[in-house]
């Protein structure tokens, strides 16, 4: 079993560039979730998807995050333009069920600097 | 709305000795309740969850919690730890919430403990 895939697992990039993450959730799983997580405010949810489509966004930060799932075995972030305060880990998980009582299973995470 | 307080941000430890990580939680009703794990540079993984059936609960590498209601508490321990075991530890709630038509559980962190272990 793969576990969730994220890549790459390190980005560095310049302010204004476009960044794109990526994510490939557990086979069968049809909830996928992105998370931010940084030194002040921890982990904090930014999407959730559920069936390929977004059904709670209210976590993305501004205009400049947009997250996709063109099918049920990919995902992607992507932030443009990137600025210094992006500059977190950012972690892809999944489930099966998505309710209360269900586990999410969390990929590596891509650490991300930008310049 | 939920949420989740982790008592210490820092536990130091020795090396056969228990380990004890405090959480309290604050939730609508009945919640679910976790523990993750996060060692350096690495994803989360499970500890162990509650989910309304036994309170006291065991999880891998021989940790448990045992949820108190009462105290809205739900309290991280090992007998003896070992020096695998320092890594930064998550207390998480999960509520069922709507949004978009359709509900979900949805998952809030406590800020984490990082536990040390001495030789």
């Known amino acids: 079993d793969a576990g969730v895939i994220q890549s790459p697992r390190h980005e560095v990039t310049e302010m204004g560039q476009e960044v794109t993450l990526r994510c490939k959730p557990i086979?069968?799983?049809?909830?996928l979730f992105w998370y931010r997580q940084t030194m002040m405010r921890g982990l904090e949810l930014l999407i959730y998807?559920?069936?390929?489509?977004?059904?709670?966004d209210s976590g993305m930060p501004e205009d400049r995050f947009s997250a996709k799932m063109p099918n049920a075995s990919f995902s992607t972030l992507k932030i443009q333009p990137s600025e210094p305060r992006d500059s977190a880990v950012y972690f892809c998980?999944?489930?099966?069920?998505?309710?209360?009582?269900?586990?999410?299973?969390f990929g590596p995470g891509t650490r991300l600097t930008v310049l | 709305a939920q949420s989740v307080t982790q008592l210490d941000s820092h536990v130091s430890v020795s090396e056969g000795t228990p380990v004890l990580l405090r959480c309290n939680y604050s939730?609508?009703?009945?919640?679910?309740l976790f523990w993750y794990v996060q060692h350096p540079n690495k994803g989360l993984q499970l500890l162990l969850k509650?989910?309304?059936?036994?309170?006291l609960v065991k999880g891998i590498n021989g940790f448990e919690a045992e949820f108190k209601k009462s105290e809205t508490s739900f309290h991280l321990t090992k007998p003896s730890a070992h020096m695998s075991d320092a890594a930064e530890y998550f207390c998480?709630?999960?509520?069922?919430?709507?949004?978009?038509?359709?509900?979900?559980?949805?998952?809030?962190f406590g800020q984490g403990t990082i536990l040390t272990v001495h030789p």
């Open positions: 998980a999944s489930s099966s069920l998505a309710v209360r009582t269900d586990t999410q299973y």
């Open positions: 086979s069968g799983h049809n909830s």
């Open positions: 998807f559920n069936n390929n489509v977004p059904i709670d």
């Open positions: 939730s609508s009703y009945s919640p679910s």
């Open positions: 509650y989910t309304s059936a036994a309170t």
């Open positions: 998480v709630v999960s509520d069922q919430i709507n949004a978009g038509g359709t509900s979900y559980g949805k998952l809030t």
